[in-house]
């Protein structure tokens, strides 16, 4: 491959390397050796140009002199975040003769690595990393935090992530965005639909808790009461099976359980529905009637409603409905909950999982990473944290911040921020941003795979995770082993080749370094048949009935949560990706402060008015946020948006010394206030499933 490090003024091409659907092409306009310019390439198929502003103002990010510059060591008390300098060589010397010590005393169990997709690289997130843990036997973590519960309830009833092609919904006269807020989280799905509404005025549905970004586009929003997303979607099934709206000969063909289906419907009567659900019998008369009659529509799920107990079998319950209609053989009719399985990569290459050989290693839930901290027995020893910051993102954080205190627990932290973790570690190592390296993009929304080759000097003494673990090998006393001698270039020519993925064929590595942006070859689902057992949609499902589960798509109310007042569903927002860019003042200036959505009438009871800081608690903690009173969440649910960063107001990152208050730091820690139960499937989070008190203060 051509070097464009070395060039130091042009424009060029990069991926957006971000856990967002989307998946970008970028132009990155360089000076003087520097990014300063970020926008869309518009060669992209599906993108178009178009980006959002969060990724717009991404040379900020890469350039911050906040940065982490050289690894670090800590030398004040763990979460102050006081460190000193230090080399790499005797950071990574530090690290494995720590290792080596532990693997002799406790075992290589006593390792656990906790990571997620900071960087959506196929090579950074899931590639030397993977070889390298299993290689060596360290606890495995289950990476379950995003969309697992959803994915398992969507395979249920489809067999696995394969939705309709994205361009195709260019044909639909209806769009449903059920619990995704796509004008933050999706926006090119937004585009689309936008576009087809002013050309063939298709018409938009929103239904979610909340009436964000999303809801107010649309032509008709949905409140809904949380958690209660399946009693609605068999409620629509009973009225499409009682009215005829169904398509029988697609049943027929493409479907199994479609007679026990209509059976097991009838139980969900409008009236009972909209009992459970908080939304009117006549407009549940209404939006079935719709969706049986309109053509093509179309569905996109999202993630809300399965951060729930029940979300997986949101999802499930969900999935069935294109197939009541018929309408995945119509061009833009159908659904997408995610779409990795067109572009999945050669996992076994990628990853080896042949390298834990015969080891029989525990197996950890990241969304209950604080109870393994604070109650695994054998004890976890040491933590290694990259491309996540789970002292923010993940549930229940005063127990994940109680186990990261822990002063026998050895914590490194790889990122390119002295993140809220990053506080707590013993060592931090120095991140490069994606655009320092080359690594390969598969979207999960649209069907085109890119590579990044790196367009800037690794910055400072900054190192990419493949180089880091490369480099933790050699230490290890492993770097002899073959998978830790490829380059990126074989890792990569290994993952595009892929026996088990048709949709791969052809998509080879020299081609797409040539032209960018390859399709995977794609073809609508039916006719066809799918990778369920019965290689049918499965409205009933005997694998469901074996692993335990109701085999027809079952409305199972929310776990019950203590006795407080209100739902609290807080989502990410729009300015930040997660906890990505919630350090950075010009996102923290677009969105402000954190706010806690109230019903008027709620806050009327309680005397709560618009501006007024409360406190919200719960068993697990508590936050103080302003409160936002309106109609834009039903009587009984708050909402609240964004990771907002500890030091909120303040600077953060790179300020090597702590905060002074760090309680006060922390009153917008929303995860203070999540459930880290279990979802029913995939074992997903529960983030929107916990209930709080609201009080004045
Ligand atoms: N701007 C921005 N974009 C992002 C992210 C970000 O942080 N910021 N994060 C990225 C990531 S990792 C992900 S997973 C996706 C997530 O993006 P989405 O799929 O949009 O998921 P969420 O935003 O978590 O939730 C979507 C909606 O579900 C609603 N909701 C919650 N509970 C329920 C329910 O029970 N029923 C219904 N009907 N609705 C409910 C919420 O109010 C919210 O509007 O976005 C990605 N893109
Ligand atoms: N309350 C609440 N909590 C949530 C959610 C919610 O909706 N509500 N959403 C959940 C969801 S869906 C998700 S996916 C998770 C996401 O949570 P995380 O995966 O933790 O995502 P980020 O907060 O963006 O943190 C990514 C980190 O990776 C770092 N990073 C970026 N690139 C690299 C790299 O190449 N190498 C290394 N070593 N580091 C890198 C970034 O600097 C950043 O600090 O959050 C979850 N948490
Ligand atoms: S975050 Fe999403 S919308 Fe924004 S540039 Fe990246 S891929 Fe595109
Ligand atoms: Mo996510």
Redesign the pocket.
């Known amino acids: 491959m051509p070097s464009f490090v070395d060039v130091p003024n042009g424009v060029f091409h990069a991926v957006c390397?971000?856990?967002c659907p989307d998946q970008c092409g970028l132009l990155l306009h360089k000076a003087d050796g520097k990014i300063v310019k970020v926008e869309g390439d518009p060669r992209h198929p599906v993108t178009k140009g178009h980006i959002c502003n969060k990724v717009r103002n991404m040379n900020e990010r890469i350039h911050d002199e906040h940065r982490l510059k050289y690894p670090l060591k800590r030398v004040g008390p763990k979460g102050e975040g006081t460190f000193t300098p230090i080399s790499w060589e005797e950071a990574l010397q530090t690290i494995t003769s720590r290792w080596k010590k532990l693997i002799e005393s406790d075992g290589p169990e006593s390792i656990l690595p906790y990571?997620?997709?900071?960087?959506m690289?196929r090579l950074?997130a899931e590639g030397m990393d993977r070889r390298f843990w299993n290689h060596l036997g360290a606890t495995r973590l289950d990476r379950t935090?995003?969309?697992s519960a959803g994915s398992s309830g969507y395979q249920y009833t489809m067999g696995g992530s394969l939705g309709i092609d994205p361009e195709d919904t260019i044909h639909s006269n209806l769009f449903i965005f059920w619990g995704i807020n796509a004008a933050s989280t999706n926006m090119h799905q937004v585009a689309l639909a936008q576009k087809v509404r002013k050309q063939n005025g298709a018409k938009w549905i929103v239904i979610d808790v909340h009436k964000n970004q999303t809801g107010r586009l649309a032509d008709w929003f949905i409140p809904i009461l949380p958690g209660t997303d399946s009693a609605l979607a068999l409620g629509i099934m009973h009225i499409l099976f009682a009215e005829n709206m169904v398509d029988h000969d697609f049943l027929q063909k493409y479907t199994i359980g479609h007679e026990e289906l209509r059976e097991h419907v009838q139980q969900y009567d409008p009236a009972s529905v909209s009992t459970i659900t908080g939304v009117p019998v006549e407009d549940i008369f209404k939006l079935a009637r719709m969706y049986g009659k309109t053509s093509p529509s179309f569905i996109r799920i999202g993630?809300g409603p399965q951060?729930h107990d029940n979300g997986g079998m949101f999802v499930r319950t969900v999935a069935c409905l294109p197939a009541l209609t018929g309408q995945w053989l119509v061009k833009g009719g159908g659904a997408i909950k995610g779409n990795s399985a067109y572009l999945e990569p050669n996992t076994v290459s990628l990853q080896r999982p042949d390298l834990l050989k015969n080891k029989h290693t525990r197996v950890v839930n990241m969304n209950q990473l604080g109870e393994a901290l604070l109650t695994l027995d054998p004890p976890v020893k040491s933590l290694y944290v990259?491309?996540?910051?789970?002292a923010?993102?993940?549930?229940s954080s005063n127990k994940v911040r109680q186990g990261l205190e822990r002063e026998d627990l050895f914590l490194v932290v790889?990122?390119?921020?002295l993140?809220e973790?990053a506080k707590y570690a013993d060592i931090v190592?120095p991140?490069?941003?994606?655009f320092e390296?080359t690594d390969l993009y598969t979207s999960y929304w649209h069907h085109y795979a890119q590579i990044q080759q790196p367009v800037i000097a690794p910055y400072e003494e900054s190192k990419?995770?493949v180089e880091?673990f490369r480099l933790l090998a050699i230490g290890m006393g492993f770097g002899d082993v073959a998978a830790f001698k490829e380059t990126e270039e074989e890792m990569m020519v290994g993952a595009l080749d892929n026996p088990r993925n048709s949709f791969l064929e052809g998509l080879k590595y020299d081609a797409l370094v040539e032209r960018q942006y390859l399709k995977a070859k794609v073809k609508p689902l039916f006719p066809g048949t799918l990778p369920t057992p019965s290689e049918k949609i499965e409205l009933y499902s005997e694998r469901m009935k074996q692993d335990g589960y109701p085999p027809l798509p079952t409305y199972i109310p929310l776990v019950d949560d203590g006795d407080h007042g209100y739902q609290f569903v807080?989502?990410?927002n729009h300015n930040f990706?997660?906890?990505?860019f919630?350090n950075n003042q010009k996102h923290i200036g677009l969105e402000k402060e954190p706010r806690l959505h109230m019903n008027r009438l709620d806050a009327l009871a309680a005397g709560i008015e618009e501006g007024e800081i409360v406190r919200v608690w719960n068993s697990r903690g508590e936050c103080e946020l302003k409160v936002a009173v309106g109609d834009n969440v039903l009587p009984g649910v708050v909402v609240s948006q964004g990771?907002w960063a500890d030091t909120v107001g303040r600077s953060r990152s790179g300020s090597e010394s702590g905060d002074a208050n760090p309680n006060q730091s922390k009153r917008h820690l929303?995860?203070a206030l999540?459930p880290d139960r279990i979802a029913d499937m995939g074992g997903g989070?529960t983030?929107?499933s916990g209930r709080v008190s609201v009080e004045k203060i």
């Open positions: 390397p971000l856990d990571s997620f997709y900071g960087n690289g950074s935090i995003c969309s993630n951060h990259y491309g996540s910051n789970p923010l993102v993940a549930p790889h990122d390119l921020f993140t973790t190592l991140a490069t941003s994606s390296n990419s995770n880091v807080p989502g990410p990706l997660n906890s990505t919630s990771l929303l995860n999540t989070a983030f929107f």
